[in-house]
């Protein structure tokens, strides 16, 4: 069994300050998460072990500080806050960000927002939640069912995939030939890179292990890109999920890891996979041979 990594995989760099910015600023006073930071139950376990709170409400909130999380809020969701009297810490990452300006210019220029993603996300949630009139697609359905516009403005999650994307801007295009389409592309590089590794992974593994919190939208892309190119994938959270019975001594095992996987649980899962892989090529001692039988095959010899 040959185990191979993914050439892009794990945490993205936006991740990756969220979680530095909330551990140090958790040494200088308490604070409250507003939702989760990231979808990883690994790193949601380690900030409360280090003493952050987590509140899925603003009502719910116990402390004078909260933290916006990587996934971002509406403008008007901090401006609430604020009148409620908290103080603001902003983690959301920098991509996240600049699809919020990007989505508002469009507004603001007369387009129809429209962001290509997950309807009930908590990223998307915070990108329209500045604006009263929008659409949110993540299928051909959606496009089918929109109102014609005379100017289309398009966005996307930042961790949609792009084969998705241009699927979708397609079929706009074919149902409205008359509408201006302005597309702004605003998915992360980081998740580009992690999705095209994935493909080229999936493509030569004949089975792929896909890393990261259940909750995780990028991760689940990722797995749904190696389905469409690998027989056998499956999805975990920890190296204590994997089953030695989805492996065989002959294959070649892919792993790949969303954004918001941490390092040291790609690691684990590795050194999982190569206990796995070096007891599969362990030799299978051949049973005793019971004294009875023993006995018995004496006297035919003899």
């Known amino acids: 069994m040959r185990i191979l990594r993914a050439s892009h995989l794990g945490l993205c760099f936006g991740v990756r300050n969220a979680i530095h910015l909330a551990l140090d600023h ?12 990231v979808h990883n139950p690994t790193v949601t376990a380690r900030l409360a072990a280090a003493g952050i709170a987590q509140a899925n409400t603003p009502d719910a909130l116990r402390t004078r500080t909260v933290m916006i999380t990587a996934h971002g809020a509406s403008e008007r969701a901090k401006a609430d806050l604020a009148l409620r009297g ?10 996240v960000r600049h699809a919020h300006d990007t989505l508002l210019a469009l507004a603001r220029a007369g387009f129809h927002p429209i962001v290509i993603g997950q309807p009930q996300h908590v990223e998307v949630r915070g990108l329209t939640g500045d604006l009263d009139a929008f659409d949110v697609l993540l ?12 100017r289309f403005g398009v966005i ?12 979708l801007l397609e ?34 593994c004949d089975v792929v ?21 690998c027989p056998r994938v499956h999805a975990l959270e920890t190296a204590a999920d994997l089953c030695p ?3 065989h001594p002959a294959d070649d095992v892919g792993i790949t890891a969303g954004t918001s996987t941490p390092d040291d649980v790609i690691d684990a899962t590795e050194r999982r996979l190569l206990e796995i892989a070096a007891a599969s090529r362990a030799p299978t001692p051949e049973p005793a041979l019971a004294p009875a039988a023993a006995a018995s095959a004496d006297l035919v010899l003899a």
Request: proline residues 7%; aromatic residues 6%.
């Open 26 to 37: 958790a040494r200088h006073e308490p604070f409250a998460l507003l939702g989760p930071l």
């Open 86 to 95: 908290f103080r603001i810490l902003e983690a959301t990452c920098p991509f």
């Open 139 to 150: 299928n051909t359905d959606d496009v089918d069912r929109l109102a014609p516009r005379p």
């Open 156 to 167: 996307a999650q930042t961790t949609q995939p792009l084969e998705r994307v241009h699927r």
């Open 171 to 204: 079929r706009l295009r074919h149902r409205f030939p008359d509408s201006e389409v302005q597309y702004q592309d605003t998915v992360c590089r980081a998740t580009q890179d992690r999705q095209q590794a994935a493909l080229t992974l999936a493509r030569q």
């Open 209 to 229: 292990v896909v890393v990261g919190g259940a909750q995780s939208n990028n991760t689940r892309e990722l797995a749904d890109t190696c389905r469409r190119h």
């Open 245 to 247: 019975s989805w492996f």
